[in-house]
T-cell receptor, first 114, second 110 residues
Framework: EAQVTQNPRYLITVTGKKLTVTCSQNMNHEYMSWYRQDPGLGLRQIYYSMNVEVTDKGDVPEGYKVSRKEKRNFPLILESPSPNQTSLYFC?????????????FGPGTRLLVL | GNSVTQMEGPVTLSEEAFLTINCTYTATGYPSLFWYVQYPGEGLQLLLKATKADDKGSNKGFEATYRKETTSFHLEKGSVQVSDSAVYFCANFGNEKLTFGTGTRLTIIP
């Protein structure tokens, strides 16, 4: 089954404690992306990757890091989480080109930073 | 840059009612337009799309027509069901970027 998986689905942490949210896709997609979803703001892109070892900033990259060492994985790293990073996070993947518009989304990770 | 403005929610309708969720966009050039749906506890799923003016996207009884003259892509369904309760996002893809609206929460009551 074609899918994007994220772990963990729920996470409560404290300010400053480094965390990683994993994302994996089994569709051999080149393009992967991270979004955060906040009430009244819709989805905003954090980082994206066009292929292995190629990453770039989205609209709200501050406080986040990513890496793309393998095609299927695209982890999101919060080196020093702060309460304003409390949000619902989605990973997505797609083919390149115009097909990038049809993105496949993971189930989401709800993060609470105390 | 590109932007999407969609109808604020929440929207509550009775089962079998007619649904319209408004969406307008701004973009340079001619973007492709999309509706995504997010069911409770899940990620977004592509619902339908249209890639050029006057195209009509349709899926699961939902329709939307790409109107270049009014820069709109309104989502419609003739008879909604309880299972349509979800959050709906309008999006446009232009200049290599997918831009989402803020989402409209739809609740259908039996």
């Amino acid at each position: 089954e074609a899918q994007v998986t994220q772990n963990p689905r729920y996470l409560i942490t404290v300010t400053g404690k480094k965390l990683t949210v994993t994302c994996s896709q089994n569709m051999n997609h080149e393009y992967m992306s991270w979004y955060r979803q906040d009430p009244g703001l819709g989805l905003r892109q954090i980082y994206y990757s066009m292929n292995v070892e190629v990453t770039d900033k989205g609209d709200v990259p501050e406080g986040y890091k990513v890496s793309r060492k393998e095609k299927r994985n695209f982890p999101l790293i919060l080196e020093s989480p702060s309460p304003n990073q409390t949000s619902l996070y989605f990973c997505a993947s797609s083919l390149l080109g115009q097909a990038r518009a049809a993105q496949y989304f993971g189930p989401g990770t709800r993060l609470l930073v105390l | 840059g590109n932007s999407v403005t969609q109808m604020e929610g929440p929207v509550t309708l009775s089962e079998e009612a007619f649904l319209t969720i408004n969406c307008t966009y701004t973009a340079t050039g001619y973007p492709s337009l999309f509706w995504y749906v997010q069911y409770p506890g899940e990620g977004l799923q592509l619902l339908l799309k249209a890639t050029k003016a006057d195209d009509k996207g349709s899926n699961k009884g939902f329709e939307a027509t790409y109107r270049k003259e009014t820069t709109s892509f309104h989502l419609e369904k003739g008879s909604v069901q309880v299972s349509d309760s979800a959050v709906y996002f309008c999006a446009n893809f232009g200049n290599e970027k997918l831009t989402f609206g803020t989402g409209t929460r739809l609740t259908i009551i039996p």
